[in-house]
């Protein structure tokens, strides 16, 4: 099974996988690190650090960030140079992509479930009543 | 038809349902049984977007669902059904639907209800209805998720044979 990552500014991460969890259930091999007001890059480095380490065998890691461009998820660019870890890194993480992550992590290859997720991530963002508007009173 | 859940949630097609159920039990067609979104149809079309494109959705009145589930049109797909309340489902069976057994899955809290798990509250009534339908010899199931465990039911609601 990939090892999951969520790496976000504050507590965006945990309260996203307490969300998933009420949908698919309780999840192992997940880690959640947030980046606190006071935290240096650097020492949220080191947390990121460890957190790979312990899946840095082939199967991997999966490290879902929340924003491109942000500290977590520059931190995670930094360490992507050490060839002793493992990982890919997919920015713009939200419910539906975690939920993904989780349900085909047993099977699919890392840089496969990845790219599943970028492909998919489009799809998360709609607008239903366009679709709808049939349905809908006139304005 | 290889009925493979019938579930009571009050919310009906919503995340639990479509990211935890639909994948484990593998059904193809979703039977919605509710009276009121089959009279909408921006709530019947909302089902239909939350579901994936290849999982069939009928979102019918209760009565006609139960009629449905009577002729079995289905062949060898894969049916999951949903009603929205105990009192739904228990009309159903009530009518003949053929349902051994009933997943209890989300009946939520609320003014005159016992509340037993964060997904599981029931009224008097409803609880004189789950007790009925035990007796009938339909088993009946207490997880949200598939993953979950399943508390026998007498034991969430140990008052219930006498409610």
Known sequence: MIGIVLVSHGGLGNELLSCAESVVGKQANVRVLGLGPSDSPDTFEGRVREALEAWSGPTGALVLSDMMGGTPCNVCLRLARDPKLHFELVTGMNLPMLITALANRHYMPLAQLAQKLVDDAARSAQRPLQKLRDHLPPA | M??????????????????????????????????????????????????????????????????????????????????????????????GAPLPQVNLGGVHDGPGRTQATPHLSLTVEEKRAVASLLRRGIAVDTRSLPTADNVPVRTLFPDMETA
């Open chain 2, 2 to 95: 290889p009925l493979v859940l019938a579930r009571i949630d009050d919310r009906l097609i919503h995340g639990q349902v479509v990211e935890g159920w639909l994948r484990v039990i593998q059904a193809q067609r979703i039977v919605v049984a509710n009276d009121r979104a089959a009279a909408d149809p921006l709530q019947g079309g909302l089902m239909r977007l939350a579901v994936p494109d290849e999982v069939a959705l009928d979102v019918l009145p209760v009565d006609a669902a139960t009629a449905r589930l009577k002729e079995n049109p289905w062949g060898n797909e894969r049916v999951m059904v949903l009603f929205g309340s105990v009192a739904d489902l228990a009309r159903a069976v009530e009518a």
